[in-house]
């Protein structure tokens, strides 16, 4: 699971819908592995107006990455800062979660990653 994937994603929980708190999932005992990926300056500047800047920079934290500038950057800061661009490159494309879990900030639900992939399927009595 990229971690660009985890800025479009919420708890699942029904009784999570109306809590701001269960978005962003929190990443858990988190295995990183990192894939081989050139870099495409158009789509970070085309992807980095959808993201939540916010949660973009606590999961960043969560994880152990280098601190992320207050603000977005604009498409043209980003292009002429070359370590930004490597660095958010770095963060979205190039790391995946293989294992562990993400957790809701509001419920503690906790999904598991199993080889990339996280499983949202609920238990009957949280749908």
């Not at 990926?37 to 789509?43: A, F, G, H, W």
Request: hydrophobic share 35%; aromatic share 4%.
């Amino acid at each position: 699971m990229k971690v660009l994937t985890l800025n479009f994603l919420t708890c699942a929980v029904k009784a999570c819908k109306s809590s701001t708190d269960s978005y962003p999932l929190h990443p858990k005992d988190a295995e990183l592995v990192e894939d081989d990926i050139e870099v495409n300056m158009d789509l970070l500047v085309n992807v980095l107006p959808r993201l939540d800047w916010t949660a973009l920079r606590m999961t960043s934290s969560e994880l152990g990455f280098p601190s992320l500038p207050e603000q977005p950057p604009t498409q043209e800061q980003l292009k002429s800062d070359e370590k930004l661009m490597q660095d958010l490159h770095h963060l979205l494309l190039k790391t995946q979660i293989s294992e562990g879990k993400l957790v809701c900030g509001n419920c503690g639900h906790e999904y598991h990653i199993k080889e990339g992939i996280a499983n949202f399927l609920l238990p009957s009595h949280l749908v």
